[in-house]
């Protein structure tokens, strides 16, 4: 439903530019978007007034850097500016609108904000005020059919064919000593719990006989975990898919500059669905890890994909990861706990951070309601409407790496 953003607080000046920038077109292409601090003004209340200068310092510091000329932004009134992107096409533009608000939201209220996110496309200016769309900040790029093909509708989850969950595929590892490591490798759906349908699909690796992996046997299998996921998006794209995917990679491997510029030089041919469509897992996070390190490392790969969550196992290893980055949420896998009854606190220490948790091979025992009253948003794995899964032949990956 459109919506009116006034202008009575906008200087002569301003309103100039603002009319020069619709005038070029701009709004027409869908490239100027309305950002809304809204949240943190409410988040602060009476206090808003004494910090508000301080907050939009901060802000145009951040919009000077992210939207150099040619594009512009503008503040139009007590929380709102206009950004115009004249340097990218629309839905670029509003990946990087909804990345900036996403990130100062995040960094003002000090927690995950994707919840607090309220992007508008500007449709015209009309007297006033802007009139605006609110948009999904999130949503995947349309698709844009040849003149020479039929349009591709839009697929969910539920009616992809063949279905994506229960597919399987194995790696094979080999090492310096002609050792062999396998991996199994499964589709699995994440369901959500508040509305009891699909929103995503993970891909689970296991290390057969849980064995213990080198950083060079791990960076193989984040390569192979890369390699299942580069036919899938290729079949995203041509099926004109609607959904996430969650590719877990180690923080190990994306932490080194050598092995995680290998990691993109790999996805590099689908780099424009990878941010669109995939959500990083950073999995193996460990409390020795030096203090910032994963925040810089999360900070580095976010430009990368549509979100970033973190895998936990560890109390101390999980307030350290969350207190370092606005992670989208966190996943918790059963399997990898040292004893069960860690998993209470582990979903305590993240509801602080995010509001987004999921669960990967939970206590049997729980139904849906006790997961929700403990905090869990999602659950992955649980068998859908009783469809068989498909039989697929394995894919095997050598790759011979060193010991």
Not at 200 to 210: E, P
């Amino acid at each position: 439903m459109p919506s009116t953003v006034p202008l009575t607080q906008l200087s002569t000046s301003r309103r100039d530019q603002l009319d020069r920038v619709v005038e070029a077109g701009l709004a027409k292409q869908g490239r100027v978007f309305a950002l809304s601090l809204e949240p943190v003004k409410q988040s602060l209340g009476d206090r808003w007034a004494s910090k508000r200068d301080h907050i939009w310092d901060a802000a145009e510091r951040t919009l000077e850097r992210r939207l150099p000329p040619p594009d512009v932004f503008m503040r139009v009134d007590d929380t709102t500016f206009v950004a115009a992107v004249a340097s990218r096409d629309a839905y670029d533009g509003q990946v990087l609108c909804a990345d900036i608000l996403r990130g100062l939201l995040s960094f003002f209220l000090g927690r995950n904000a994707d919840d607090d996110v309220v992007l508008k496309r500007v449709a015209s200016l009309d007297g006033g005020g802007l009139q605006c769309v609110q948009i999904d900040p999130f949503a995947p790029r349309p698709l844009k059919p040849s003149q020479d093909t039929p349009p591709v509708p839009s697929r969910g989850p539920e009616d992809w064919t063949p279905p994506l969950a229960g597919r399987r595929l194995t790696a094979s590892i080999q090492t310096a000593s002609h050792e062999t490591v396998d991996v199994a490798f499964e589709i699995v759906p994440v369901w959500r719990l508040d509305t009891d349908s699909i929103g995503a699909f993970r891909i689970a690796r296991d290390v057969a006989h849980g064995a213990a992996l080198s950083s060079a046997q791990q960076e193989a299998v984040d390569r192979a975990t890369i390699d299942v996921l580069l036919p899938l998006l290729d079949e995203y794209r041509r099926e004109g898919g609607v959904f996430a995917l969650i590719a877990p990679l180690s923080f190990s491997t994306l932490a080194l500059g050598r092995t995680r510029l290998s990691l993109i030089q790999q996805w590099a041919p689908v780099a424009d669905l990878m941010r669109q469509v995939v959500i990083l897992e950073m999995q193996d996070m460990d409390a020795g890890v030096p203090t910032g390190r994963t925040g810089e490392t999360a900070a580095m790969m976010a430009p990368f994909f549509r979100g970033l969550m973190v895998g936990i196992d560890d109390v101390n290893a999980a307030g350290k990861a969350l207190s370092e980055h606005p992670f989208s949420g966190v996943v918790i896998d059963g399997d990898r706990l040292s004893v069960p009854t860690l998993l209470g606190r582990l979903i305590q220490a993240a509801r602080k951070a995010t509001r987004n948790i999921l669960l990967v091979s939970g206590p049997s025992g729980l139904d849906d309601g006790s997961l929700k009253r403990a905090g869990v948003t999602h659950v992955a794995g649980r068998q859908t409407s009783g469809i068989p899964a498909p039989e697929t032949d394995p894919v095997r990956r050598d790759a011979w790496v060193p010991a």
